[in-house]
């Protein structure tokens, strides 16, 4: 189970995280630390747009939750039900 932890403890190495914004606690960011420039004054950025953020605008973060388990793709027998792709047509 994934839990909230304090920004303190947020990895600043460029992997994607979820962040609480500090003024508007019902908001959620996915961001990332920006470890290639470490003299930025928003070293907090976001994926969704050009926008970053200070390092004290988040108060907690969490990682991205696992992929669920099953198959990456259909089982074959629903492949071959539903075809691979591309049009699909009634008969």
Same mark, same amino acid.
């Given at each position: 189970m994934r839990t @909230?932890? =304090?920004m303190d403890w947020a990895p600043q190495d460029g992997r994607w995280i979820i962040a609480i914004h500090r003024d508007d606690p019902d908001r959620r960011a996915v961001i990332r630390w920006d +470890?290639?420039? =470490? #003299?930025d004054p928003r070293p907090? *950025? #976001?994926a969704s747009c050009q926008h970053s953020y200070p390092a004290d605008a988040f108060? &907690? @973060?969490m990682e991205f939750p696992d992929? +669920? +388990?099953g198959p990456a793709r259909p089982p074959e027998s629903e492949i071959h039900r539903y075809g691979s792709g591309g &049009? *699909? *047509?009634d008969a």
């Open positions: @909230w932890r =304090a +470890p290639e420039n =470490a #003299v907090w *950025h #976001v108060t &907690d @973060w992929r +669920p +388990p &049009d *699909h *047509h």
